[in-house]
């Protein structure tokens, strides 16, 4: 059997509580679902590096269409491209060290 914990109650006095094998498992399915969870943010994350992907491949498409895509488009499209690349970036350092 696990260890007893020990609580304190406001007025001082100690009660102690035994852990049961009920308990056992309720702390093994947290950590279950707590790896599931970070395995979910995992692919989460790589969706949006994908998603980024994608907008940096368009953006630059349009950046280099040339005058068929009107100044402003093309401008904007050739900011997304840097901003997409950098960010996706951003994310893959970030990701690297969690």
Same mark, same amino acid.
């Given at each position: 059997?696990? /260890?007893? =914990? ?21 702390? !093994? ?22 998603? =980024? ?7 630059? !498409?349009?950046?280099?269409?040339? !005058?068929?895509? /009107? /100044? ?7 900011? =997304? ?9 951003? =994310? ?7």
């Amino acid at each position: 059997m696990s /260890p007893s =914990l020990s609580v304190v109650a406001a007025g001082g006095k100690v009660a102690t509580v035994e852990r049961t094998n009920s308990d056992t498992a309720v702390v !093994e399915r947290v950590r279950r679902l707590q790896s599931e969870a970070r395995s979910l943010v995992g692919e989460h994350v790589r969706a949006l590096e994908a998603a =980024l992907g994608d907008v940096e491949r368009l953006s630059a !498409e349009i950046a280099g269409g040339g !005058e068929l895509y /009107p /100044p402003g488009v093309r401008e904007i499209a050739r900011r =997304l491209t840097e901003d997409a690349e950098v960010k996706a970036q951003a =994310l893959e350092a970030i990701m690297a060290r969690a």
